[in-house]
């Protein structure tokens, strides 16, 4: 019954290194966007996909970027790791048509960089 | 850009009820969500208004007015279940795939 799967749930990353969170879809969506939730700030948009190979920015982009190479897939990659990264990242997808549907979301990836 | 509001905490007693309120500013509109959210776990959808009025969903209604930038989410009979976090997501009708999200309401429901 899981729908939108991320890789990792808890992980602990260095400071200047490249990390890479993966989720994975089965629902056939073609939309997916990967949030950050840091508390009093809500979750803010970093990057979103309307379809295969496509992306755009969302509202916090610096110092993440994306890969979108199968439909199911979108990886969020952190070029270089920094303190200020440490938060819970969400991932979610939709469908492309029907403007009632919300996002279905993955369980998260709790990211602390030392 | 988008600006939405929502109160930080509220509390309340089993069996209770109570309102969340949601206010925005939005450069275009095309939907408002509410979304709960438990402590460690993704967000779940509950509900989706587009249009003026109130929508009823068992326990949970939706009500939206377009004209005041105003929503609020009311939770009956509460029960200990309840206590988590209420998001208020907005969509604008200028981009129609993205989200935009209050910080979040945590309700504690009391005994």
Not at chain 2, 1 to 14: H, R, V
Not at chain 2, 49 to 72: A, I, M, Q, T, W
């Amino acid at each position: 019954d899981v729908k939108v799967t991320q890789s990792s749930r808890y992980l602990v990353k260095r400071t200047g290194e490249k990390v890479f969170l993966e989720c994975v879809q089965d629902m056939d969506h073609e939309n997916m966007f990967w949030y950050r939730q840091d508390p009093g700030l809500g979750l803010r948009l970093i990057y979103f996909s309307y379809d295969v190979k496509m992306k755009e920015k969302g509202d916090i982009p610096e110092g993440y970027s994306v890969s979108r190479e199968k439909k199911e897939r979108f990886s969020l990659i952190l070029e270089s790791a920094s303190t200020n990264q440490t938060s819970m990242y969400l991932c979610a997808s939709r469908p492309r048509q029907g403007a009632s549907y919300g996002y279905t979301f993955g369980s998260g990836t709790r990211l602390t960089v030392v | 850009g988008q600006n939405i509001d929502q109160p930080t905490e509220m509390t309340a007693t089993e069996g209770a009820i109570v309102q969340i309120n949601c206010t925005y500013q939005t450069s275009g509109f095309n939907g408002l969500f509410w979304y709960q959210q438990h402590a460690g776990e993704a967000p779940t959808f509950l509900s989706y208004n587009v249009l003026d009025g109130l929508e009823e969903k068992g326990r949970f209604s939706s009500f939206l007015s377009r004209s005041k930038g105003y929503s609020y989410l009311l939770l009956k009979e509460l029960q200990m279940k309840d206590s988590a976090s209420y998001l208020c997501a907005v969509r604008a009708f200028s981009n129609d795939y993205k989200l935009s999200f209050g910080a979040g309401t945590t309700v504690t429901v009391r005994a």
